[in-house]
């Protein structure tokens, strides 16, 4: 079957969206004012932060969002100016990062290193260019917000759509624990050893009573309608506290064609292995004869518990679900990796050797045996290409995300994935990535596990002289 290329959603229904509950469009006069209640910015997006009730599975709870969890998408084109106005309705500060992005330092959202949290009854105006296309998302950065459901998907469109596909999708991966009596998220005692068991992939060790895509349990699970001859576009990310996902569709492959949003040289697996703040795109052949309804696999690494959305072939006689628990045969087949994921469009590294470079022990919730706040920032200059090798001695696989910069991760074939969050195992893995300084200010870099972050496991990459 032959396709001609064409583009995601149009511009027309990214417009469309912004009448979304949550988001809505604005009009006025320029002249932003940081964190007060102000004019609104010109021709943006309003995105409003309060409490709401989520329904899950006919049980409504409590919660916050941006009016519905996930919150509303945002999509535009690269080379778009997103202007969004954060209206901030919660009883407590707030920001929004552009988790993938890589805006000006004061747009990235960061309370205490790039803007003061906005306060409740004000507002915030982000404004910047988009240049990179790709898969991203947004979510609250003050604590531990994004957990309770302040996060949503952030699609930036190329101006030549390249690959070929009938329909597209997004599938956010989220762990569930707010407005549901007598779960706080803390670790499960029972649950802890079999977590911490030698050669078990597991990326934290709380204990969520729901796992959730695109903010729906299994028992009413999330679908994905497609015709038989379809080619699909999923776009799948996951946005949980604390939680690693193996990501799989029964009786059909998964096409990696991009990684955090960026390209790579396509490669067909069985499965994803997906850490907090991670992203793939997939191209999916909905090549079934027989059609039917396919399970959606979403299998948390290293601990009990269970996710699913549905892939419905339109029209198809066998319409029944698979059972909601039914494990896929393909979640134990071949697993993407990052030596797999050649990049289309290498970083631009100059040659030799780098400029600086750090390496840094994942120890516990330390980075190189120091503990934010009490942790000395990482000094870089501008211009300068800068190596991060992490060791990681923990129990735990954990998810390091830079913000402000894609890097180059430096696998054995010599042109590994471009990323901005990389998954270190655990128990002696080691992963290197090489980055170039161009983006000046004061950036996060952190592990992507929340409940680790909040302990203290971040470092600070501070922009200052050559030396």
Not at 192 to 220: H, I, K, Q
Not at 367 to 389: H, K, N
Not at 391 to 408: C, D, E, V
Request: charged share 25%.
């Amino acid at each position: 079957m032959s396709r001609e290329p064409r583009g995601p959603v149009s511009r027309r229904r990214f417009l469309a969206l912004t009448g979304a509950a949550g988001l809505t469009l604005l009009t006025g006069c320029p002249g932003p004012a940081p964190s007060s209640p102000g004019p609104p910015a010109p021709a943006g997006l309003r995105l409003r932060a309060a409490p709401m009730r989520v329904d899950l599975a006919g049980r409504a709870v409590p919660t916050w969002g941006y009016g519905t969890v996930p919150g509303p998408e945002i999509r535009l084109r690269a080379g778009d100016t997103l202007r969004v106005r954060l209206a901030n309705e919660l009883p407590e500060g707030t920001t929004v990062h552009w988790h993938g992005l890589a805006p000006p330092n004061r747009m990235d959202g960061v309370p205490g290193i790039t803007q003061d949290p906005v306060a409740p009854g004000a507002g915030f105006d982000y404004e910047f260019r988009t240049p990179v296309p790709g898969s991203f998302m947004y979510h609250a950065h003050v604590g531990m917000q994004l957990d309770r459901g302040l996060y949503g998907p952030l699609i930036v469109e190329p101006r030549t759509e390249e690959l070929a596909y009938d329909r597209e999708h997004t599938l956010m991966l989220d762990d569930w624990r707010d407005g549901l009596d007598g779960h706080t998220g803390h670790a499960d005692p029972a649950e802890a050893p079999a977590d911490d068991a030698a050669g078990t992939v597991s990326f934290g060790g709380r204990s969520y009573p729901l796992l959730l895509v695109n903010g729906r349990p299994p028992e009413d699970a999330a679908v994905v309608e497609v015709r038989r001859g379809d080619r699909l576009r999923l776009r799948v990310m996951n946005v949980a506290a604390d939680t690693g996902f193996r990501f799989a569709i029964a009786g059909h492959r998964l096409t990696v064609t991009h990684t955090d949003g960026m390209a790579v040289e396509p490669v067909t697996v069985d499965a994803l292995r997906l850490g907090m703040g991670e992203r793939y795109d997939v191209l999916v052949d909905a090549d079934r004869p027989d059609g039917g309804v396919w399970q959606i696999a979403v299998q948390p690494e290293g601990r009990s518990g269970w996710g699913r959305a549905l892939l419905r072939y339109t029209g198809s006689d066998a319409s029944r679900a698979p059972a909601v628990a039914e494990r896929p045969a393909e979640l134990a087949g071949r697993l993407a990796e990052y030596g797999d994921l050649l990049a289309r469009e290498p970083l631009d590294l100059p040659a030799g050797p780098p400029d600086r470079q750090y390496d840094l022990v994942l120890s516990g919730t330390e980075i190189g045996g120091q503990s934010y706040p009490d942790a000395d920032p990482l000094p870089v200059a501008e211009g300068e290409r800068v190596r991060f090798t992490m060791r990681n001695t923990s129990a735990k696989w954990h998810p390091m995300h830079l913000h402000g910069h894609h890097f180059q991760v430096l696998t054995a074939g010599g042109r590994g994935p471009v990323k901005d969050t990389v998954a270190v195992p655990a128990r002696g893995g080691e992963v290197t990535f090489d980055f170039l300084a161009t983006n000046p200010g004061r950036w996060l870099f952190h592990c992507h596990n929340h409940h680790h972050m909040e302990d203290g496991m971040v470092r600070v990459v501070e922009y200052g002289p050559a030396s």
